[in-house]
């Protein structure tokens, strides 16, 4: 059974990467219900599985990524390793989850010599240390609405199609406020940091709806080889730094239908837009970017009095160094 593409749009240019693009929207985008678990099954083969889901406060969600999402593929195997790593949630997030059959490793605990985590990037380097899935998913904690699809569709191109190495997920995601849903609305920082981001500096990479989406799939050997953001940079940096490894054509895009998460407010956003921003320019000027004033992360508040804050922006090494994927 052949998976359906999503047909490409024609581009409104003839700029130089618009034919890549093109020819990356007709063969590499995908969707989730092309990927039954039965068909999976088939598939998968000995090729072993891991699913890492960060959490923060995340008990009143947890066990539905648990049991909705996860669970309906670990009956067909489809599941090794199942780990929730949590950041000491104060909400009983650890005791949900294990109720739901993960394996609960708090983040903090991990690679102790480096002192606490830092964020969700440190996190899951570190749950990426501690786990050995030869493919690598990455879901969500808080979401409100899970499904199969989430899960399926992320591994899916990856069980069937060797030649790709990283699946981004994409899809719907509406802000809620005062009880009104506002489509298109959910993706603030993606849409007024990422997207011009990478129209600017990165545009083969132009074309993926989610390029900041937590919830992705990757083998290993590509993951190890990537320096991971320890804040909300990471899902950019590992795109573009799957771009320089392996190029356009080994990156999928997967159509996993609607997601409703928590929605941070604007101010704090400007704080996830700096992390963004931090991760590309370290790709694209990291020896100008070492001599700036504000590479250690200094944030200033003046909504509270000029208060300064430090938003992460170190970057943990690649667990492997140099080695062929």
């Not at 000995?46 to 049991?67: D, H, K, M, N, Y």
């Not at 993606?190 to 900041?212: C, D, I, S, Y």
């Not at 795109?239 to 356009?248: K, W």
Request: charged share 25%; hydrophobic share 40%.
């Amino acid at each position: 059974m052949s998976a359906t593409r999503i047909e490409p749009e024609e581009p409104d240019d003839a700029g130089e990467h618009a034919g890549p693009v093109a020819s990356w929207y007709a063969r590499r985008r995908y969707r989730s219900e092309d990927y039954p678990p039965q068909r999976l099954a088939q598939c998968k083969g000995a090729r072993s599985v891991t699913v890492i889901v960060p959490t923060r406060e995340c008990a009143a969600t947890i066990g539905g990524v648990l049991e909705d999402s996860v669970g309906p593929l670990a009956e067909y195997g489809l599941i090794d390793e199942l780990v929730v790593v949590d950041a000491g949630s104060a909400d009983g997030t650890a005791a949900v989850a294990r109720r739901a059959g993960a394996r609960v490793l708090f983040e903090d605990e991990l690679e102790r010599q480096l002192g606490p985590a830092l964020g969700k990037g440190d996190a899951m380097w570190r749950a990426l240390r501690a786990t050995g899935g030869e493919i690598v998913c990455f879901l969500d904690g808080d979401t409100a609405d899970p499904t199969p699809r989430h899960l399926q569709g992320l591994l899916g191109p990856l069980l069937v199609d060797e030649s790709l190495v990283l699946v981004k997920g994409a899809f719907d995601r509406p802000l809620r406020a005062a009880g009104v849903k506002f489509p298109h609305e959910g993706g603030r920082v993606t849409e007024l940091m990422a997207r011009p981001l990478l129209n600017m500096h990165e545009p083969l990479l132009a074309g993926f709806a989610q390029p900041l989406a937590g919830e992705f799939s990757a083998r290993r050997a590509l993951l190890e080889r990537c320096a991971f953001p320890v804040g909300y940079g990471v899902e950019i940096a590992v795109l573009i730094d799957a771009l320089r490894a392996r190029g356009l054509d080994a990156l999928a895009e997967c159509q996993l239908g609607t997601r409703q998460n928590r929605h941070q407010s604007l101010r704090a956003l400007g704080e996830m837009a700096y992390a963004v921003l931090a991760a590309v320019e370290h790709r694209i000027a990291p020896t100008q970017r070492t001599r700036r004033a504000d590479a250690d992360g200094r944030y200033v508040r003046p909504w509270q009095d000029g208060a300064v804050m430090r938003v992460p922006v170190l970057e943990r090494p690649p667990i492997r160094s140099a080695f062929a994927v």
